[in-house]
């Protein structure tokens, strides 16, 4: 074997961050049968208030804003002219407050952070609207599984049950000021809560005393991935659009005035796309991964872009770009492991589904 | 912290050898399979394949982790541990008894003077 086996710890953008606690199989089996913690403080936060801000943002994703109530969320993506995916966020619309201002907090990824900030600063008005980069001051929790929102329960008075899919609120957690949201990165029902450092480490504790499993970010991406959900900088990054995503749910073309990508998305509606991102199923118990070539007839025609062993399934799954004249359901394919070919069918995402999702 | 068994050698890449006559059985150290974590799939050469020391004879992945396997001796393949092609994971629970992945019959026992003793392997990968 290699001298470089993998560590249990890993630094992530300057955090250390855990891969896995109790083992990644055990971690991903709690999460799907009863509840995990994450902690992905790491991620990058922002707030913005203003005025006329959801106007603002309206010219920075393809998802028409102006569906959105107070305490709902938006997943979309920030798109550059090319409508390339500059990363995958979730903006949270809190409301406007008795003088007309609109707040909202916008969730990104770690590694994107300072990119994602600069293209807001050069694409929001300054004087408009108030942004604050608030990564560093909270930390972020996710508490996903079916057993999930009854453990939070415990520590807040609100009823959390009440609470539907992308939705949000402000309470109060250990005496602190929190953000909590029903949303997640697992296929599974759970929240994400935001809180002042002292706070998260307390109910970090707590949940673990109530039986919570703590999970690392191996987990994190066994539990996404069953999910068919993309991972930035792997699966989308500024080559690809969301038509070629599969996130063209989140393209609102009707609805919508001008946006940045518009141009593009438009023609690719009309046009179509050349490729796209496709779950795969092996066919036998080689796992396909990251990089690897998938093959048709022979010729190699797409690379995989995520690849794992689902721990739920109990089969090798992939995503993986191909030519779209082969990206339907049931179409055999084959990837190159380590120089050999092996047979792989295209499959319905997501893989997984939740039966606890509501 | 680990067992690392006295009668064994071992490489620096976590394998281990133990030599009985001209049958060497190979397999992974109990420090190999705590570094890997869940071990999900395992891939062996067939029966009757050649071996020089230092082949690359497989392939071991974990969830997260895809290692290439290293042949400590050089020698013909004449038995591999089946059952771990379909339960890979068994590895774990006994490494160099029932978790071992290959038998060879070598060409040169003194081979095996090369590897590390269980002293030195325990040294390099535990400091201790």
């Not at chain 1, 406007?96 to 590694?111: E, P, R, Y």
């Not at chain 1, 952070?113 to 609207?129: G, P, R």
């Not at chain 1, 991972?231 to 038509?243: M, S, V």
């Not at chain 2, 680990?2 to 397999?27: C, K, M, N, Q, W």
């Amino acid at each position: 074997m290699g001298v470089e086996l993998k560590a249990k710890f890993t630094s992530f953008g300057g955090w250390e961050m855990p891969v896995q606690y109790g083992g990644i199989s055990h971690e991903h089996e709690a999460v799907r049968t009863a509840s995990g913690m994450f902690d992905i403080s790491h991620m990058g936060k922002f707030t913005l208030q203003g005025e006329n801000l959801i106007d603002q943002l309206q010219r920075l994703v393809p998802s028409d804003l102006n569906r959105l109530q107070p305490r709902q969320a938006q997943y979309t993506v920030l798109l550059n002219p090319q409508a390339g995916i500059i990363d995958d966020i979730i903006i949270y619309y809190q409301g406007i407050n008795a003088s007309g201002t609109q707040k909202v907090l916008i969730i990104v990824n770690a590694a994107t952070t300072e990119k994602d900030k600069a293209w807001l600063w050069q694409n929001l008005d300054s004087q408009q609207v108030e942004f604050q980069d608030i990564s560093r001051d909270k930390v972020l929790i996710a508490v996903q599984g079916p057993k999930a929102t009854s453990h939070l329960q415990a520590f807040v008075t609100e009823d959390l049950t009440q609470i539907k899919s992308f939705g949000h609120l402000e309470t109060t957690l250990f005496g602190q000021p929190a953000f909590l949201a029903r949303t997640g990165y697992t296929g599974e029902d759970g929240f994400e809560v935001l809180v002042d450092e002292s706070a998260g480490i307390e109910l970090w504790q707590s949940l673990a005393r109530a039986g919570v499993i703590p999970c690392g970010l191996g987990a994190r991406d066994t539990l996404r991935l069953e999910a068919a959900m993309a991972l930035y900088g792997q699966d989308i990054d500024e080559t690809t659009t969301p038509w070629e995503a599969g996130l063209g749910w989140l393209v609102h073309l009707d609805s919508k005035d001008d946006f940045i990508g518009r141009e593009i998305l438009t023609q690719q509606k009309i046009n179509g796309v050349k490729r796209r991102l496709v779950g795969l199923r092996m066919q036998g118990r080689n796992i396909a991964r990251h990089g690897y070539p998938v093959l048709s007839s022979d010729e190699v025609v797409g690379i995989v872009t995520s690849g794992t062993l689902s721990p739920t399934l109990g089969y090798p799954l992939a995503l993986a770009y191909v030519p779209t004249q082969l990206a339907t359901i049931n179409q055999n394919l084959a990837v190159e492991i380590r120089g050999k070919v092996y047979p792989a069918v295209v499959v319905k995402r997501p893989f997984y589904r939740s039966k606890n999702r509501f | 912290m680990f067992e690392y068994p006295e009668d064994l050698r071992y490489l620096d890449s976590h394998e281990y050898v133990r030599l009985e006559g001209e049958i060497a059985t190979i397999g992974i150290t109990a420090f190999a399979v705590d570094q890997l974590g869940d071990i999900v799939f395992l891939e062996l050469p067939e029966l009757g394949d050649s071996l020089s020391k230092g082949d690359s004879f497989g392939t071991i992945e974990s969830v997260k982790a895809v290692e290439d396997l290293k042949s400590p001796m050089t020698g013909i393949v004449i038995e591999r541990n089946d059952v771990l092609i379909d339960s890979p994971e068994q590895i774990a629970d006994d490494p160099y008894g029932q978790g071992w992945l290959l038998k060879l019959r070598v060409s040169d026992p003194g081979e095996i003077d090369d590897e590390l003793t269980a002293q030195e392997y325990s040294e390099q990968v535990e400091g201790t």
